[in-house]
Structures are given as structure tokens and as C-alpha cells.
């Protein structure tokens, strides 16, 4: 069965058009809590529910409906504030809890927002779950008696425990003194813990991106707009850059020089690091994932297997597979034996941690690893487009797909959050893979 609110990350849309209001929101805390309950009928276990959110001034409204919708469900709510996504992951795990829901559009601006779930392991929601959600908001909605309604309180030290799990995530026998690190929070979730983490293991840490208003989340900063950081790095002279996104499950990082590294690099320097100390069998990526890097894994004799995209899909395969290590090109990275969900301050505490193991500069534990020019047109469509019987769009893809033969590829696919049809053209030429994007994204319709 089609889902029809949740995409690859929650339910996720414009604040004011339907689903992100406050009718559909309440609505939507009633009916997961109602699925909730029902998974723990009895009275000695009553569902509590953990909600977080990013700094979107939109937060307030929607975390009030959720917590109303929960409350007429007869679901206890703890309010955590402004906290990544994952560490909403990590609290309900860490308390027992019956799940986790994050108020967040991760690196979208800030008139986008939605709503993302976690099970009590902290992962996300199975589409079991998430369809029986969905056909529990065909249902009216009522409310329990006022005696069995849900009740509200503050987890007041959810800062300081996550703080506290992060850095238990980085090697005893290490730490970071004499690092000079510039980290960009994207006016996010991080902003009043990322900077802690990094000091408190030794390093001078020089915060941007740390002033939310509610109105400047993702606003030129994070791991979307990553030149930002690479200015501060050189402005601060300092070591490495760090930029997070919103809701701080990505990760971007910058060396001394400016330059930036993206996810696929850094997934390289994580599971290199790992072959040198202990053993890996190998790591996911996905469909965008660059060819160089798993040609590079096959000369390292790691195993390497591409998912859709979407870090659900990335989860789902290392579980299949057993392994422990993936991510994407934009950031999303996943190290299962340190938490259940991707996390960008956990994944750049194990990019810092190969470096200290190693000795070695982020440019030079890359030097063998060239990445292939892609190109990534990201091309609005209309409501309904169904790109796969276009024509035009399909000749298109053709004849790239023949001129590049065995020397690239070509992958067009729809965002799973956003109204756009992403062009991705990788080549060793870049001049070629630029040139084949711009002709196929020239047939979609406006």
C-alpha cells in the first residue's frame, strides 16, 4: 500500500499548506498515539513520547499540537527543546521510551517544516507502523476521559545527556588538544551543543552559525552552504571546519586550506581508518554515491553495495548486509556500532578520530581517491509529473547514456521531500557531465 503523507524522511511540506498545520499535526499526534497505545494495551505501561524540534519559529505551534494530539490519545509527553534528530533518537532509547518524534525539515529554509518519528530503538518507523499511522487518520478523532488524558513535562538535562553520548563515542585513549576547529551549527538544533562537545574533548573551538531566531535556520550556513565555513576556516586559521545542517544529521568538513570534503569522501576516511584498525566488511552508499569510491573500495577489498537514496534505505541495507558503515554524498552518515541513526557531531568525532590515529591530514588520507565529476541539477516539476512516460525526458537520457558509455552514468530521480526532479550526469570529463545534465534538464515541462 502507497503511503500517502509519509516520504523517505516523516511527513514534511510548507508551514500553512496541508500537512504542515496545526489541524493535521494534532490530528497526527492523536492517531500515532492511538497506534502507540495499542502496542502497550496495559495501564502499568503507559506510552510516553519524547518530542524534539530544530529552531524554526513554526516549532512552537507545531509542537503544541502534537503534544494536544498526544495528550487526547492518553500519551505522556517529555519536551526536549531545540535538539538534533538524532539525539532525539538516542534519548528514547536511553529512557525507555515508547518513541521519539522530531518537529524538524532538516536543511530546508525555514518555511518548510516537518515531523519524523523514531521506534523505542531509535530507529525509524518500520511502514508497517507508519501505514497503520495513516489509517489511523482516517478515523475521527476523539479524546479519552479526562481522567486517563496524557501529561506534559521538560526533560530539563536532555543537553547535557547527549552531550555526555557523543563524546563517549570517541576514543578513550585520545582526545583533541592542540585542534583549532571552526564549527557552523546552519542556526540549528547544534547550535547550544555542538560547540561543547568539541571543547570538552580539547579542542579550541571557534562557533558560527550558533544565533538562531527562529526566521535563520540553514540561512547561508551549515553543510548546504559549506563556503561560509570554508571562509571561517581561513579567516580563524584553523585546523578543520565542521558545518552540520538544521536539524545536525549531516556533515560537511573543510581542511586548513578551504577546501571542503562531502560525505562520499569522508565515507572513504571512515572505513580506510577502520581496515587499519581491526578489519571492515564492507559499506553502503547509494545510487549517487561516486563510482570513484567504490572502485576504490574494491582495490581495498571492502565490499560495497549501493541503496536508494534516502538514509532509511541506506539503514535497511546495512542491517541486510551486516555491516556497519554508510552514508551519501550530502553528509548523511551512518556508524551503527555508535548509534542507531545518522549523526553528523558522532560522524565528525570518527573523522577526527582517524586523523589522530593516523597522523595524517584530511588531504592526504584522500590523496588516492579522485572523485569523478558529477553534476546535479535539481529542476522544479509540477504536481503529478510522471517523468518516467516523458518522452522527450527518456530520449534524452538515451543518448546521454550513449555518449558516455562506459565512462559515466546518468540517474534522474524525484525528491522524496521536496516538488523537484533531480538530474545527476557523473563523467570523467566535467565539462561533458555538465553539458548531458543541462540537455535533459531542458526536456522537463515548467
Avoid at 117 to 134: R, T
Avoid at 376 to 387: A, E, M, S
Avoid at 396 to 420: F, H, K, N, Y
Wanted: aromatic share 6%; hydrophobic share 45%.
Amino acid at each position: 500500500m502507497a503511503r500517502q503523507y509519509f516520504g523517505t524522511d516523516g511527513i514534511r511540506g510548507e508551514v500553512g499548506t496541508p500537512p504542515i498545520t496545526p489541524d493535521f499535526v494534532m490530528r497526527l499526534g492523536y492517531a500515532s498515539g492511538k497506534v502507540l497505545a495499542q502496542a502497550e494495551p496495559s495501564a502499568a505501561n503507559r506510552p510516553t513520547v519524547l518530542i524534539g524540534k530544530d529552531t524554526r519559529i513554526s516549532g512552537y505551534m507545531l509542537e503544541a499540537a502534537l503534544e494536544a494530539g498526544f495528550s487526547a490519545a492518553g500519551v505522556d509527553v517529555m519536551l526536549a527543546g531545540p535538539m538534533p534528530t538524532p539525539a532525539v533518537a538516542y534519548l528514547t532509547r536511553a529512557l525507555r521510551l515508547s518513541a521519539g518524534v522530531v518537529i524538524s525539515a532538516s536543511h530546508n529554509p525555514f518555511q518548510d517544516n516537518g515531523i519524523k518519528f523514531f521506534s523505542a530503538q531509535g530507529n525509524k518507523l518500520q511502514d508497517a507502523v507508519e501505514l497503520a499511522i495513516e489509517a489511523a487518520l482516517e478515523l475521527p478523532m476523539s479524546c479519552v476521559s479526562s481522567h486517563k488524558l496524557g501529561k506534559a513535562r521538560r526533560l530539563d538535562d536532555a543537553r547535557g545527556r547527549y552531550i555526555e553520548f557523543c563524546k563517549s563515542t570517541f576514543p578513550n585513549e585520545l582526545d583533541l588538544r592542540g585542534l583549532k576547529l571552526v564549527i557552523d551549527c546552519a542556526h540549528g538544533a547544534a547550535y547550544h551543543i555542538a560547540p561543547d562537545v568539541f571543547h570538552e574533548l580539547g579542542a579550541e573551538v571557534v562557533a558560527i552559525g550558533n544565533q538562531p531566531n527562529g526566521f535563520n535556520i540553514n540561512d547561508g550556513h551549515g553543510a548546504t552552504q559549506p563556503a561560509t565555513l570554508a571562509a571561517a576556516v581561513q579567516t580563524h586559521r584553523a585546523d578543520l571546519g565542521i558545518a552540520l545542517d538544521g536539524d545536525a544529521d549531516r556533515l560537511l568538513m573543510v581542511d586548513a586550506s578551504g577546501r571542503i570534503f562531502n560525505g562520499d569522501e569522508l565515507l572513504y576516511v571512515m572505513v580506510k581508518d577502520r581496515l587499519a584498525n581491526g578489519g571492515i566488511a564492507g559499506a553502503v552508499g547509494t545510487l549517487m554515491t561516486n563510482m570513484a569510491v567504490e572502485a576504490a573500495f574494491g582495490e581495498m577489498g571492502v565490499g560495497f553495495a549501493r541503496a536508494k537514496v534516502g538514509d532509511r534505505y541506506v539503514l535497511e541495507l546495512l542491517h541486510e548486509r551486516g555491516w556497519e558503515v554508510g552514508g551519501e554524498g550530502s553528509g548523511h552518515l551512518l556508524v551503527l556500532d555508535k548509534h542507531t541513526t545518522g549523526d553528523g557531531i558522532i560522524s565528525a568525532l570518527q573523522i577526527l578520530s582517524a586523523l589522530r590515529r593516523s597522523g595524517a591530514t584530511l588531504s592526504a588520507i584522500t590523496s588516492e581517491l579522485t572523485l569523478w565529476p558529477q553534476t546535479l541539477l535539481n529542476v522544479k516539476i509540477k504536481p503529478g509529473f510522471d517523468w518516467q512516460s516523458n518522452g522527450d525526458l527518456l530520449s534524452a537520457r538515451a543518448r546521454a547514456e550513449s555518449d558516455l558509455g562506459a565512462s559515466g552514468r546518468v540517474l534522474i530521480r524525484p525528491s522524496g521531500t521536496e516538488p523537484l526532479l533531480r538530474v545527476m550526469v557523473e563523467a570523467r570529463d566535467a565539462g561533458l557531465a555538465r553539458r548531458l545534465a543541462e540537455n535533459i534538464a531542458s526536456c522537463i515541462p515548467d
